[in-house]
């Protein structure tokens, strides 16, 4: 019965291990059996945290475009530990990063065609903030896309 109610877990979607442990305690399958089933799943390759991280990430960021301090909030709330999180996030290639958010600005930016500036400004801040980009990168991609939308130089906006 435990088996089978972790194969179902696993159908369509890879979990993290903490994941898997949550489902079979809220089905009632006492810990000691839940974790020598974990167990034997990993020995197997069917629970593995370090790929449902590197899976996790990859696909965030492509559907989502969400930045490393998003994504890495989300593992923790799946029950990743800090350090295969990291090993993850070190895969992200920082150029995509800030290309994912230049895609964000890009594509908010045509919702914003009667605003000033500033109003400008301030919503695709937030929205970049939202999706866990540093304020650095935020900025100075917004400045960018801003004056490109315009057509002025994005030091003079």
């Known amino acids: 019965m435990a088996r089978t109610i972790l194969l179902d877990a696993l159908t369509g979607q890879a979990r993290s291990r903490r994941e898997l442990r949550a489902t079979l305690r809220k089905k009632g399958v006492p810990d000691e059996i839940a974790e020598r ?34 994504l890495a909030q ?3 709330r799946k029950g990743v530990d800090d350090e295969t999180a990291r090993s993850a996030l070190d895969e992200i290639d920082p150029e995509r990063e800030e290309q994912a958010a230049r895609e964000l600005v890009r594509k908010k930016l045509r919702s914003l065609g ?3 500036h500033a109003t400008a400004t301030r919503r695709l801040a937030g929205l970049l903030a939202r999706k866990g980009y540093p304020a650095g990168m935020a900025f100075g991609v917004i400045r960018e896309e801003l004056g490109e939308a315009d057509g002025t130089p994005y030091d003079e906006v």
Do not use: C, I, K, M
């Open 37 to 70: 089933l974990l167990d034997r799943f990993a020995e197997v390759g069917l629970v593995d945290d370090e790929a449902f991280a590197r899976s996790w990430v990859e696909s965030r960021q492509r559907s989502r475009g969400l930045a490393r301090r998003a």
């Open 74 to 76: 989300e593992l923790r």
């Open 114 to 116: 009667g605003v000033d």
